[in-house]
């Protein structure tokens, strides 16, 4: 994945999304400036381009309504956890701006606690609980080797975050 973003790609990006909702849609969310509403973070799944590339497309489908991420991770990195109503937009494998998303819902649960219909938002494998368990295992166990963060066990707190995608609109069938 790209370490950087373009930052004019980003202004175009989020000029496109605030003229689709229209500026006062996203006041709440953003404040206002003399110059506009800020763009919110940016950020993409996953901890390869291909996985990144991967999710996205599920968010774009409507299939992904949903992310998990190990407290640990918002720790280390100085992080505040998501809230609801903030706002995020997403980005490709290769750094690109592709999705504008509001957060519905958080909650800090046990690894161990994490349910089906909790799993199924995330839209991963076949949507599954068992699939979700062994595929966020791996990932997290990956995660924690790889960031020398905290290793995984079924206590492991859990950042989960539902999302509703805003811009741009979900394909119509």
């Known amino acids: 994945m790209s370490d950087t973003v373009d930052d004019g790609e980003l202004s175009r990006f989020w000029a496109a999304a605030q003229g689709h909702e229209g500026v006062g849609n996203f006041d709440v969310v ?11 973070q940016a950020w993409s799944f996953g901890d390869t381009p291909e996985l990144a590339d991967q999710l996205l497309e599920r968010v774009l489908t409507g299939a992904k309504t949903a992310t998990s991420t190990a407290l640990w991770e918002f720790e280390a990195g100085g992080e505040e956890l998501p809230e609801v ?6 980005l490709d494998g290769a750094g690109h701006p592709r999705a504008f998303i509001r957060t519905t819902s958080v909650r800090v649960v046990p690894f ?46 859990v950042v989960l975050e539902e999302f509703e995608l805003v811009y741009p609109d979900l394909p119509t069938p």
Do not use: C, N
């Open 30 to 40: 953003m404040g206002e400036t003399p110059t506009g509403a800020l763009a919110p």
């Open 85 to 90: 109503d903030g706002a995020a937009i997403l």
């Open 112 to 157: 161990s606690d994490v349910d089906e219909a909790f799993a199924a938002a995330e839209g991963e494998d076949d949507g599954s609980l068992a699939a979700w368990r062994t595929s966020h295992e791996q990932y997290f166990r990956r995660r924690a080797s790889d960031a020398g963060g905290q290793p995984y066990t079924p206590d492991l707190q």
